[in-house]
């Protein structure tokens, strides 16, 4: 099967500029999450999709950072105004939703972001 | 509060020796546990999960509930082990998961 696929790969942009991330997750799988990852850290969850509904979005910073999955399939993550400290690596994964599968997620490549 | 701590950021050993990455966490309710790794230039992907109980790539975790802990361990580590290993922790059916900061593990030849 396809795996999560994630564009663009790398974005370098200045502070208080605007970017969009844009994800596709596997073909059925009806749960889309955006991970941050800083580096040297773990990934933090930052917003939870379910079919186009938002399950959890407790620890996006909603005054800089949207997400959409309109139609319930793919899903853009925008970060406007950008600071430094939203440096990072923007994980996206989905899963299938069922009681085996629920929590087993299958990851993206991420798109790297440089904030300078 | 809910958390999942990796108390080594670097594990290094040498090829054939026994390896034991280490997890504790913190979780209200009925947790479920898991192991993802990341090799070099590979997309974080999933290694094991407590409930399957089962061994992958010669790896086992076991779920000590009076512990907290869910350590990842493998008799006899192999240079292809290398990697970075995170622990997370998720509950029934929600999908949302809690990771800890990651040890990479260093097998050396």
């Known amino acids: 099967e396809a795996g999560v696929a994630q564009s663009p790969r790398y974005k370098i942009i200045e502070k208080r500029q605007s970017v969009a991330f844009w994800c596709n997750p596997i073909?059925?799988?009806?749960?889309l999450y955006w991970y941050q990852q800083i580096l040297g850290q773990g990934p933090k969850l930052l917003i939870q999709?379910?079919?186009?509904?938002?399950?959890?979005d407790s620890q996006l910073p909603k005054d800089r950072f949207s997400a959409e999955r309109l139609k319930g399939v793919d899903s853009t993550l925008k970060i406007q105004p950008a600071k430094l400290e939203d440096s990072a690596v923007y994980l996206c994964?989905?899963?299938?939703?069922?009681?085996?599968?629920?929590?087993?997620?299958?990851f993206g490549a991420g798109s790297r972001l440089t904030v300078l | 509060a809910q958390r999942v701590t990796q108390p080594e950021k670097l594990l290094s050993v040498f090829k054939g020796a026994p390896v034991e990455l280490k997890c504790n966490y913190s979780?209200?309710?009925?947790?479920?546990l898991f192991w993802y790794v990341q090799y070099s230039r590979q997309r974080l992907q999933l290694l094991l999960r407590?409930?399957s109980r089962e061994s992958i790539k010669g790896f086992t975790a076991d779920l000590n509930k009076g512990e907290t802990s869910f350590h990842l361990k493998k008799p006899f580590a192999q240079e292809e082990d290398s990697a970075m290993y995170y622990c997370?922790?998720?509950?029934?059916?929600?999908?949302?998961?809690?990771f800890g900061q990651g040890t990479t593990l260093q097998v050396k030849p």
């Open positions: 994964a989905s899963s299938f939703t069922g009681s085996s599968g629920a929590n087993v997620l299958t």
């Open positions: 997370a922790v998720g509950s029934g059916n929600t999908g949302k998961l809690i």
């Open positions: 999709f379910q079919n186009n509904g938002v399950v959890d």
């Open positions: 073909s059925g799988h009806a749960t």
């Open positions: 979780y209200s309710g009925s947790p479920e």
């Open positions: 407590h409930i």
